[in-house]
């Protein structure tokens, strides 16, 4: 019923342009400086573990590439930055909505017609939606970067290994793949919380249980989804 309130007596398309824009840019580019240390890192430690459990000599060294491309694309980058995306803009929505509906802001918008839910909760979920699949495409080049980065650097591996390691056997359908889960985590976390902050009842307290409340949800939705959609499409 939430969802549905989305597109009943909406305001004209100039209007929700300017609010996706503007919601777009707290979304994405807020969250690029998060996603950029994240993704690194998880390249990089994944590159450095593999290694490490690499102790049969049969084993080629490319394979570090291979797996840190496999692991990166069709895993770490969609799940786990959409947790930390869920912490971060997850969050903002909720607490921001929350704070509105306990200071009487989206009463205030009611009482003069306007559909509140499809005004504040609309661009929010398409920015989300638009914004989050670029935000795994940056996750996914700093990741495999970042390995490349770890193996060449610590002498793990040459730089000609891991390049071959990362084109081997290339199956272009994982990146289809992630694309998916993100467009599908980016409505579940937005929409979530903007459920959660919605319909928060009392005051400030209240909030914040709901600001964690919405977290913890998109989270779990977030698992739930992943392994559906694995089970579905591989």
Known sequence: MFLGSLFVNRESFRTYVKLIIDESILVGVGSI??????????????AVQTAYNLVS?????YIIGTLVR????????????AIVFAGKVGSSISSGLGTMR?????????VMGINSVS?????????????YPLLVILAMFLSIYGGYLAGTL?????????????????NPFT?????????????????????KGFFTKGGALEVGIA??????????????????????LL
């Open 33 to 46: 400086f998060i996603v950029v240390i994240v993704s690194t890192f998880m390249g990089a430690v994944t």
């Open 70 to 81: 496999d692991m990166t694309v069709q895993e770490l980058a969609p799940t786990v930055i």
């Open 119 to 131: 005004y504040l909760v609309l661009p929010k979920v398409i920015a989300a939606v638009l914004m």
């Open 175 to 195: 990146i289809k793949f992630a694309m998916i889960k993100s467009v599908v985590f980016a409505f579940l976390i937005s929409s979530i919380s903007a459920y």
């Open 57 to 61: 000599p049969l084993i080629q060294d």
């Open 154 to 170: 610590t002498n793990i591996i040459t730089e000609q290994e891991y390049i071959y390691g990362i084109r081997l056997d290339f």
């Open 211 to 232: 600001s964690t409340s919405a977290v913890t949800n998109s989270c779990i939705a977030i698992l739930l989804a992943d392994y559906l959609l694995a089970q579905l």
């Open 102 to 110: 306990i200071t009487e802001q989206i009463d205030a918008l009611e």
